[in-house]
């Protein structure tokens, strides 16, 4: 079973109020008539929902199992950093807002970044009652 109170206590954890707070940093409501916006958040979207089953999956496969998903995980979750890279730069280009750099850096953070992806699914399903 999952323990949260072990999972915060890890270096590279990433709490629910961290994530949320770096969420609301992302400019929606200015962006709301931007359509490159969208279509840059869109892109978050669809590479977090490709990333996070896989994940999830993770928790139940074997050592056989992972091995012959591991590539394509991995792959999908360069496509989610690639993602929030590219929706950073132009939050910073267009409305003044970097937010990004508090994830960390996927060199050191991946990790964390991919708890990211879980969030921001997780924050969309509950946007959406």
Same mark, same amino acid.
């Given at each position: 079973?999952?323990?949260?109170?072990?999972?915060?206590?890890?270096?590279?954890?990433?709490?629910?109020?961290?994530?949320?707070?770096?969420?609301?940093?992302?400019?929606?409501?200015?962006?709301?008539?931007?359509g490159d916006f969208k279509e840059l958040w869109?892109?978050?979207?669809?590479?977090a929902l490709d990333y996070v089953p896989i994940r999830v999956r993770w928790n139940d496969q074997n050592t056989q199992e992972r091995a012959a998903v591991d590539a394509g995980r991995t792959r999908r979750h360069n496509a989610f950093i690639s993602s929030l890279k590219i929706l950073n730069r132009y939050t910073a280009t267009h409305y003044d807002a970097e937010w990004l750099s508090q994830l %960390?850096?996927? !060199?050191?953070?991946?990790?964390?970044? #991919?708890?990211?992806? %879980?969030?921001? !699914?997780?924050?969309?399903?509950?946007? #959406?009652?």
């Amino acid at each position: 079973m999952f323990n949260l109170d072990n999972y915060l206590k890890r270096p590279d954890a990433l709490s629910l109020d961290q994530a949320l707070a770096i969420y609301n940093q992302i400019p929606y409501e200015q962006a709301q008539n931007d359509g490159d916006f969208k279509e840059l958040w869109q892109d978050i979207i669809d590479a977090a929902l490709d990333y996070v089953p896989i994940r999830v999956r993770w928790n139940d496969q074997n050592t056989q199992e992972r091995a012959a998903v591991d590539a394509g995980r991995t792959r999908r979750h360069n496509a989610f950093i690639s993602s929030l890279k590219i929706l950073n730069r132009y939050t910073a280009t267009h409305y003044d807002a970097e937010w990004l750099s508090q994830l %960390g850096t996927p !060199v050191t953070d991946r990790k964390r970044i #991919g708890d990211f992806a %879980g969030y921001i !699914v997780l924050f969309g399903v509950l946007k #959406g009652r």
